[in-house]
């Protein structure tokens, strides 16, 4: 199944760009990186330029991903529809719900 808008949800997310636009903790929006690790309930994010690493809960989250496609794709994902084990979420096959 190849990545679009419509199927991240049920995509690996590791070594996508991500952005944090929305979180309960207001120190988290903005963080910005490569995803370097995913477990069920947090995304780790790489930070190149400053050399950091950023651990943010997904549902606490409101994720826009780039997607690796010609036009640079950019897909708003609320976390809560990542909660799961990575591997679990990307084996359903329901309805995405992106926006």
Known sequence: MPLTPETLPRHELVGL??????????????ISGSVVMETTKLLTIEDAGADRVWHVPKDAATFRFTLDDD???????????????????????GDSQWR
């Open 17 to 30: 760009e991500v952005e944090v636009v929305a979180a309960s903790n207001p120190d988290a929006v903005g």
């Open 71 to 93: 036009s640079r794709t950019r897909v708003r994902v609320e976390g809560d529809r990542l909660i799961a084990r990575p591997a679990r979420r990307t084996e359903t096959t």
